[in-house]
């Protein structure tokens, strides 16, 4: 079992920056693929970045390329979202989750493919 821990959301003026943590515990976090999903009230969860075991391979949603870098650190156990020029329509509740998974192909930009979720951490951005 698998429990994934996000952190680093918060209030920030659009034009801004934050970085999100997501920390893994209870299982080899090098065998899972990693991905950010967000879900504004109202609205439909929405795939943002993901990336592989290796970190060698990442992948973004639309709305975010250009903007947002996900990375990770596997001797920390951890998988980041640096999110930079955020804009309002960024607001949400962001979600890591895990796929045990050596490799990566489009199917993992749906949620449902994940094996383990956190809690989520809001972001709200200002305008």
């Known amino acids: 079992q698998v429990q994934l821990v996000e952190s680093g959301g918060g209030l920030v003026q659009a034009g801004g920056s934050l970085r999100l943590s997501c920390a893994a515990s209870?299982?080899?976090?090098?065998?899972?693929?990693m991905g950010w999903f967000r879900q504004a009230p109202g609205k439909e969860r929405e795939f943002v970045a993901g990336?592989?075991?290796?970190?060698?391979?990442?992948y973004y949603g639309d709305s975010v390329k250009g903007r947002f870098t996900i990375s990770r650190d596997n001797t920390k156990n951890t998988v980041y979202l640096q999110m930079n020029s955020l804009k309002p329509e960024d607001t949400a509740v962001y979600y890591c989750?895990?796929?045990?998974?050596?490799?990566?192909?489009?199917?993992?930009?749906?949620?449902?493919?994940?094996?383990?979720w956190g809690q989520g951490t809001q972001v709200t951005v200002s305008s």
């Open positions: 990336i592989r075991w290796s970190g060698d391979y990442t």
């Open positions: 989750a895990a796929k045990s998974t050596m490799g990566w192909s489009t199917r993992l930009l749906a949620g449902y493919e994940y094996d383990y």
């Open positions: 209870g299982g080899t976090f090098s065998n899972y693929a």
